[in-house]
């Protein structure tokens, strides 16, 4: 039956929608739910009634990581991978969705709770990392500057050309620069209504028809504080797009899962969210 259903549907693997799990998170005095398909790949998981004190001062720095230009704690992250039904070339994958659940911090001069400050910081913090100016021997960790490490490539190229007699490639200098650039600008990040609750939402993908990116959807808590969730999606140009469609279904019906709340807690009844760091 499993076969069957594999062509029928025209991938194996997946997010199981008949098998879910609510996920609940205790933000101090904020209650985020959220339903999650069971997965096939083993991730990271965040323990049950866990309080995240991200109000206590020091919590943030002592449990924060990073992952290119944000600063966040790790909540909680699902994977899907979808599989070829039938024959299977190299390792059998169709594509794949990441969903990750952080707890993101923004810098001291941005208001997280102005929603339109919290939209327009997100997309300069992106822009802001990977144009970052650098030196020769900048190593561009966690991809810092490497835009500006494009251009400056770009631009030596083309002016040795040009010492060469040929300035074609300095006449067009922008346009190739453009063309060459992994990380081009975003469109402006979007204030959306989920359950009656204003999000900041933008979309991170190196062109704007790839089918490759990540979606965040950003809830302020604070000032100082949202919670964010983000879906990445992988998806090679091989293959039907049949499994595109279901996975861009399960994105929806996580976010229509989501919900947000007061609660009423105190840290007696609850474990406190630690890291154990390498020393």
């Not at 009656?196 to 965040?216: C, I, N, Q, T």
Request: overall charge neutral; hydrophobic content about 35%; glycine content about 6%.
């Amino acid at each position: 039956m499993g076969l069957v259903k594999n062509v029928w549907q025209g991938f194996a693997g997946g997010p199981d929608l008949n098998r879910q799990q609510t996920h609940r998170f205790l933000l101090e005095d904020i209650q985020v739910q959220v339903r999650l398909p069971h997965s096939n790949v083993e991730t990271i998981a965040s323990p049950r009634l866990v309080n995240f004190p991200y109000k206590t001062p020091g919590w943030f720095e002592r449990n924060m990581e990073q992952q290119r230009q944000h600063y966040y704690v790790h909540l909680q992250t699902r994977c899907w991978f979808y599989m070829f039904p039938l024959l299977r070339f190299g390792d059998g994958e169709l594509g794949h969705l990441f969903c990750s659940l952080w707890l993101k911090r923004v810098p001291s001069d941005v208001n997280a709770l102005d929603r339109q400050q919290l939209a327009d910081y997100l997309i300069r913090e992106y822009d802001e990392h990977y144009n970052a100016e650098i030196t020769r021997d900048d190593s561009c960790e966690q991809a810092r500057g490497v835009n500006t490490r494009t251009r400056q490539k770009i631009r030596a190229e083309a002016e040795l050309a040009a010492s060469r007699g040929s300035t074609s490639r300095l006449d067009n200098l922008e346009k190739h620069i453009a063309l060459s650039i992994n990380y081009p600008p975003l469109e402006p990040a979007k204030i959306i209504t989920i359950h009656g609750m204003e999000w900041v939402s933008y979309v991170d993908k190196p062109f704007p028809a790839s089918l490759r990116g990540v979606d965040y959807y950003c809830l302020p808590l604070s000032e100082q504080f949202c919670f964010a969730i983000s879906f990445t999606l992988y998806a090679p140009g091989y293959g039907n797009k049949r499994w595109l469609k279901h996975a861009k279904a399960t994105q929806q019906m996580v976010l229509d899962s989501l919900k947000v709340s007061s609660v009423d807690n105190t840290s007696d009844n609850l474990l406190v969210h630690t890291v154990n760091k390498a020393e």
